[in-house]
């Protein structure tokens, strides 16, 4: 009970605490500045965590011969070669200034095995993956977006708006229009709207989430929400 | 031969008959060119005041005077290739790189295989994802190691190692932490480097915690590095998000109220105020609605109705800009398929 639920619960408040009080009390500012590198080590070592939950997963599917093992060992077999390639910076020259220290080059390079990796593979399908999305974005939008009532036609005219303000038919559609009605423009209506109203809205949602995170901040600190020690358990 | 295979089929067969056409017409297709360059560096003399064990600086120097030498190759152009073999047949500067040929046209296949996914799920599509998972998992370890832990972890822990091997600029400090003879409490440095020393061994021991997760047993040790950054993120949170986007935003929405441009005339005045009047009210009426523990009713009411058209509007445009965001992707791939690999179109004038 002490060890898993009472000490985290007391490394959580005092290093919450750290943090904050280390942001206005200049005397223990390096505090916080520790806490946040020792931050940045754990979540890198976190990465670690992942691969070794990628492995085990997908070892075992191909050690049961799941459905689809073959996609397991591909992606095994892709993750070990990055891997290996990028921790040993196979392929990559030394520094120009430090050419006696072999691992001062950087890795990531163009032209090195980790680079090709990157440039040939990682950039072009994330990127082809998330141009995806535009297909089932509009579709889903096409079968989803209704005019039923004022807030949903006010949604629908904006995306409109926003949509053709950004392509060269904006531009072309409302050329037409005199120099006193500029602003009706559909390049300078998108960018009006933009800069208003999706400011004011952003502004208040930024607001709103701040306030939300302050108070489970506070909540966290004084120990009354215990929810993400898991089982439950707020105060 | 079901209606999917055929169609697979056709696809198949008029790429094929595409990518032929392209390979024997004009340049051809889908090639990457790279020149020759040459690193060669010669350590300066140091001064004759300078310590012994001073780190040695390196300068270029022509090749024959070189201590260290290597060879780079940087792309380039097609057109700069075909402009060099113009000049000088058969040279040897500017020629055609294999593996970042082979690189391209392995990209373009992997591009293809997850737009196939547009018609139907298949092999192809599942492979590339498959592909995907392993690089991108390996790729950010590999970027988190060499960029967070060896310059951070390592070079506090083990600062021998790091100058010799990655960062021979790293100064070693003069303290040990198993020689405690060595600790000169007086001297300037050595609060600092007990600091990191502490946080650094601390992150190292939090670290190794939570790889416990992985072993069969006492899954529970992992909840004593997450306790850690669950407290550091509420710590730093609370007080950063309150400070950037509660003070600053509500300070931007006040201010923005009145004009800062002198000399204008009421009218001018008055339209120079309106967006900053109206970011005003939006931000106000939104907070309404946002408000649950008043109920909805008269001003409040109609202001929480108010906010809801600036959300709807926010979300409207939200949406519009997302949208050109992946079309604007899904232009730049199709772009990478007929101008880089395949040769169709030249939009830089890369190839003449």
Redesign the interface.
């Given at each position: 009970m002490i060890a898993r639920r009472v000490v985290p619960m007391a490394i959580a408040i005092v290093a919450g605490l750290v943090m904050a009080v280390s942001y206005f009390v200049r005397s223990i500012e390096w505090m916080g500045e520790a806490a946040a590198d020792v931050f940045n080590v754990i979540a890198a070592i976190a990465f670690v965590l992942g691969a070794g939950s990628l492995l085990k997963a997908n070892l075992s599917a191909i050690s049961r011969r799941d459905r689809g093992w073959g996609y397991a060992a591909v992606t095994l077999a892709a993750f070990l070669i990055t891997l290996v390639v990028g921790m040993a910076k196979i392929g990559v020259n030394p520094s120009p200034d430090a050419p006696q220290a072999a691992w001062s080059g950087s890795q990531q390079t163009a032209g090195t095995p980790f680079g090709w990796i990157y440039e040939f593979i990682l950039s072009p399908l994330t990127a082809t993956m998330f141009a995806l999305l535009a297909f089932y974005v509009a579709s889903a939008a096409f079968r989803a977006f209704r005019a039923k009532n004022t807030a949903a036609v006010l949604l629908l005219v904006t995306a409109f708006v926003v949509l053709l303000g950004r392509t060269y038919a904006g531009v072309v559609l409302t050329d037409w229009m005199p120099a006193w009605a500029s602003g009706l423009r559909l390049e300078n209506l998108s960018s009006y709207v933009m800069a208003v109203f999706g400011t004011a809205g952003n502004r208040a949602i930024m607001i709103g989430i701040a306030l939300g995170v302050a108070a489970t901040g506070l909540r966290i600190l004084l120990g009354l929400d215990r929810s993400w020690l898991g089982g439950g358990g707020s105060a | 031969m079901t209606r999917q295979r055929l169609t697979w089929l056709v696809l198949v067969v008029l790429f094929a008959g595409l990518l032929a056409w392209r390979g024997f017409t004009g340049h051809g297709l889908g090639r990457v060119y790279?020149e020759r360059g040459e690193?060669s560096?010669a350590r300066e003399r140091a001064p004759a005041d300078a310590p012994a064990a001073s780190?040695?600086r390196?300068r270029?120097v022509p090749v024959e005077q070189a201590e260290?030498r290597?060879t780079?190759?940087?792309?380039v152009p097609p057109k700069a290739h075909f402009e060099a073999e113009a000049r000088d047949p058969g040279q040897d500067r500017v020629v055609l790189s294999w593996?970042?040929t082979i690189?391209?046209w392995?990209?373009a296949f992997?591009?293809l295989a997850?737009?196939s996914?547009?018609y139907a799920d298949n092999p192809a599509y599942?492979?590339?994802?498959?592909?995907?998972?392993?690089?991108?998992?390996?790729?950010?370890?590999?970027?988190?190691?060499?960029?967070?832990?060896v310059p951070?972890?390592l070079a506090t822990l083990m600062p021998e190692t790091v100058?010799?091997?990655?960062?021979?600029?790293l100064k070693i400090p003069q303290f040990s932490p198993w020689w405690p003879e060595t600790w000169d409490t007086a001297s300037d440095a050595f609060d600092?480097w007990l600091?990191?020393w502490?946080?650094?061994a601390?992150?190292?021991l939090?670290?190794l915690m939570?790889?416990w997760?992985?072993l069969p047993r006492g899954g529970?040790i992992a909840?004593?590095?997450?306790?850690?950054?669950?407290?550091?993120?509420?710590?730093?949170?609370?007080?950063?998000?309150?400070e950037?986007?509660?003070m600053e935003?509500?300070a931007?929405?006040m201010q923005s109220v009145v004009p800062t441009a002198q000399g204008l005339s009421a009218w001018d005045w008055a339209w120079a105020a309106l967006?900053g009047v109206?970011?005003?009210?939006?931000?106000v009426c939104?907070?309404c609605y946002?408000l649950f523990s008043v109920q909805h009713r008269g001003v409040v009411g109609g202001a929480a109705r108010v906010?809801?058209?600036?959300?709807?509007?926010?979300?409207?445009?939200?949406?519009?800009?997302?949208?050109?965001g992946?079309?604007a992707?899904?232009a730049?791939?199709v772009e990478?398929l007929f101008d880089d690999w395949l040769w169709i179109i030249d939009p830089n004038h890369l190839r003449g």
């Open positions: - | 790279v690193v560096l780190v040695p390196w270029s260290v290597w780079t190759w940087s792309k593996p970042r690189g391209l392995v990209a992997l591009t997850i737009f996914f547009l599942r492979f590339t994802e498959a592909v995907v998972v392993g690089v991108s998992a390996a790729y950010w370890m590999v970027v988190g190691f060499w960029d967070v832990v951070k972890l100058q010799a091997m990655v960062q021979p600029t600092p600091q990191q502490g946080a650094m601390l992150a190292l939090l670290g939570l790889m997760r992985l529970w909840g004593w590095p997450l306790a850690f950054i669950v407290g550091v993120t509420a710590g730093r949170r609370m007080v950063t998000q309150v950037s986007d509660l935003q509500a931007s929405t967006p109206l970011v005003l009210v939006g931000v939104c907070l946002f906010g809801v058209w600036y959300l709807m509007i926010t979300f409207g445009a939200a949406f519009g800009f997302t949208v050109m992946r079309i992707l899904l730049d791939r990478f």
